[in-house]
């Protein structure tokens, strides 16, 4: 038996980031083995604090709560809220898998490996998990060469994408994104990998390896893929552990595969080598094992401890974006920015940048707007001259601007074809009508008859009748003053 060190509850040290007052309450209720504590874990919460009144972090974890101990609750005064809230969550899951079902089968039929990683992968290997584990949103991972495929699927049966940019700009980078969402409908919310972690958690050959230790599953039907334990602890740390637990489930996740007993722990350790996981780890495991009672064996837990006390000054980064949001002072608040900042821009670097992604960026032009003008288009086709080759587009567009400081989105593209994204910033919030110029370099091959100038919005929502979300987000409609053609050089 291993000798586990003393963890200490001051920084930089791991206790510091462990889930402290009402969430280290709720996660006791959902993961204490003793069912008089943890039932007394649930009544204290309820007791202190109103349901109604808390964020959708708590509702994920009353939700479990709930399913865990049904009527045992009865007798308090917040049951019925109680029951209420886990049928709402319950019913949200289940639409929003019912919308993925048919794309997922889709992508099936067409050749694509679907694995589903996070929330969605405990549904999909315990149908009864769902009435505990919220799933608004399936996680989908496929492999870099199926990610074509299952993005068109997504396209064709009218999944929006909710960046706001259009499918021929999304479709010609899919190699240089890890991920991307989509919504479709009042539930339906799907995000798309191509690779399971982000770009500071990078390996290669571990990429691969999460196909080979895949196990086969069904989803509503569906078969599909699921991550092996080991895998589903450690994407469950990747993807939670360093998020202010913005969300706690993926700690409950965590138990669930524990306890299920079959984790390959060699496997696990090398995961989280590779990925550079082990503050992260330590944190997580040191907590369900010391605070809640969790078997995560002595060596395991030893050897993470090793290795993240190894970790440098990287340890300290990790510890802090560990911290639950809600504990968060000043101080951490700051150390905290500045550290996620970094880590973000270590993942920020695509896999590829072919073709380039540079945008033409909007000026203002001298001119007035036009007196007599024309109405307001969101889309408006430029005629194509005979020529072939590398030319330069200049063009000028009337744009009328809300009274708020936001970004100017506009594409040129040619049926399927992405050609140029067009940028433009405005600061001042006048609110008055201008007029834009764009130029950049574009290719004609002497038969395209015309390029189609449309306007983007921003980011996309499900419905558009908050006005203003519109007036930050929205497309903004524009007249087409001009649109000229000439020889590069």
């Known amino acids: 038996m291993a000798d586990i060190r003393r963890i200490d509850r001051r920084f930089p040290d791991y206790g510091w980031s462990w889930p402290t007052g009402g969430l280290d309450q709720l996660l006791k209720a959902a993961l204490l083995s003793d069912e008089d504590a943890a039932a007394a874990c649930a009544a204290q919460w309820l007791d202190e604090n109103d349901i109604d009144l808390v964020a959708f972090r708590e509702h994920r974890l009353l939700a479990a709560i709930s399913d865990r101990f049904g009527r045992k609750l009865a007798g308090h005064s917040a049951y019925p809220r109680l029951v209420g809230l886990q049928k709402m969550l319950w019913t949200k899951s289940r639409m929003a898998m019912r919308e993925a079902e048919p794309a997922l089968q889709a992508m099936a039929d067409a050749g694509c490996m679907v694995m589903l990683i996070k929330g969605a992968s405990r549904i999909a290997l315990n149908?009864?998990?769902?009435?505990?584990?919220?799933?608004?949103?399936?996680?989908?991972?496929?492999?870099?060469?199926?990610?074509?495929?299952?993005?068109?699927?997504?396209?064709?049966?009218?999944?929006?994408?909710?960046?706001?940019?259009?499918?021929?700009?999304?479709?010609?980078?899919?190699?240089?994104l890890r991920s991307m969402n989509f919504f479709k409908g009042s539930f339906g919310d799907i995000d798309l990998h191509q690779l399971a972690y982000d770009g500071s958690q990078q390996s290669n050959e571990d990429d691969l390896a999460i196909w080979r230790r895949a196990a086969a599953a069904a989803f509503s039907g569906v078969s599909v893929l699921v991550p092996s334990p080991a895998d589903r602890i450690a994407l469950a740390i990747?993807?939670?552990?360093?998020?202010?637990?913005?969300?706690?489930?993926?700690?409950v996740d965590c138990a669930v595969a524990i306890r299920d007993g079959d984790v390959d722990w060699d496997v696990f350790l090398d995961i989280i080598a590779r990925r550079g996981l082990a503050v992260a780890a330590a944190v997580a495991l040191s907590y369900l094992a010391l605070g809640i009672g969790v078997a995560v064996p002595d060596g395991v837990l030893a050897r993470v401890l090793e290795m993240a006390d190894r970790a440098g000054l990287s340890r300290w980064s990790a510890v802090l974006q560990a911290k639950p949001r809600t504990d968060f002072g000043r101080l951490v608040w700051l150390s905290r920015g500045l550290a996620k900042q970094l880590r973000l821009k270590r993942k920020s670097g695509r896999l590829q940048q072919e073709p380039p992604a540079k945008a033409w960026r909007g000026r203002s032009a001298g001119r007035r707007p036009p007196d007599a003008a024309s109405p307001l288009v969101f889309s408006q086709t430029i005629p194509c001259p005979q020529m072939t080759g590398d030319v330069m587009l200049d063009v000028a567009v009337r744009i009328s601007v809300p009274p708020v400081r936001r970004r100017i989105e506009m594409e040129i593209n040619a049926g399927d074809d992405h050609v140029a994204r067009l940028r433009a910033m405005v600061i001042s919030r006048s609110g008055k009508e201008r007029v834009l110029h764009f130029r950049g370099k574009v290719r004609l091959d002497g038969s395209r008859q015309a390029l189609t100038l449309e306007a983007r919005p921003s980011r996309q929502f499900r419905e558009w009748n908050d006005a203003a979300a519109v007036a930050v987000y929205g497309a903004l409609p524009f007249q087409l003053l001009s649109a000229e053609f000439s020889p590069v050089g």
Do not use: C, E, K, N
Request: no cysteine.
């Open 238 to 251: 990747a993807h939670g552990g360093l998020d202010a637990h913005t969300h706690s489930d993926w700690l």
């Open 127 to 176: 149908a009864s998990a769902q009435r505990g584990r919220v799933a608004h949103d399936i996680d989908i991972l496929v492999r870099p060469q199926d990610m074509q495929t299952a993005f068109d699927v997504l396209r064709d049966r009218d999944w929006q994408i909710a960046s706001g940019v259009s499918p021929q700009y999304l479709r010609t980078r899919l190699a240089s």
